[in-house]
Every structure is written in structure tokens, then in C-alpha cells.
């Protein structure tokens, strides 16, 4: 589902115009941005939790090379679905 056809469903759901349904929307996906950013967790009951984890530097290997390259430490953005979200998916 691309970002278009979101604003179209929760503006048919919800009566909004889609203009105020896209405001919805990137004021929910800044919402959860800035918490992330922040470190903190950011837990929706019933669809799941996004949460940051660090990931440690570690060595790898150029593919067309061979040669061991270090991959720098970094942030990832992680997501644990809920029970309600997978009960619905199976």
C-alpha cells in the first residue's frame, strides 16, 4: 500500500478530506519519527511497537572484492507486531 492509497482509505473511514487525512498521517508518522529519535519506545495497543536498537560496528566483506570492510555502528529502526495485528494477518 503506497502512501497515496493510505490517505484515501483513512479519509473514506473517517469522512476526512484527503488533505486533512494526509496531515493526519505525517503528523502520526512525525509523532513516532521524533519519539524514535529520542530513543524512546513508542507502543500502539493493538498493532505492535516500534523501538530503536543499536547495532554494534562489525566486519564484513566486499562482495566483488573479498576484501574485509569495518560496517560502522548504527541505530536500526525495529518493529514488534501485536497480537491483534498477527491474529489478523493469520
Known amino acids: 500500500m503506497k502512501k497515496v492509497e ?6 473514506n473511514d473517517t469522512g476526512l ?5 494526509t496531515k493526519a498521517i ?7 519519527t521524533d519519539a524514535l529519535v ?3 519506545k513508542v507502543p500502539i495497543v493493538g498493532f505492535g ?5 543499536k547495532r554494534a560496528a562489525r566486519e ?3 562482495p ?3 576484501e ?9 529502526v525495529t518493529f514488534k507486531a501485536g497480537t491483534a495485528l498477527k491474529d489478523a494477518v493469520n
Open 68 to 76: 574485509k570492510v569495518t560496517i560502522a555502528a548504527r541505530n536500526a
Open 6 to 11: 493510505l490517505v484515501e482509505a483513512v479519509a
Open 49 to 53: 511497537t516500534f523501538d530503536v536498537s
Open 26 to 32: 505525517d503528523a502520526t508518522f512525525k509523532a513516532i
Open 60 to 62: 564484513g566483506r566486499n
Open 64 to 66: 566483488r572484492t573479498g
Open 38 to 40: 529520542k530513543g524512546d
Open 17 to 21: 478530506t484527503k488533505s486533512d487525512a
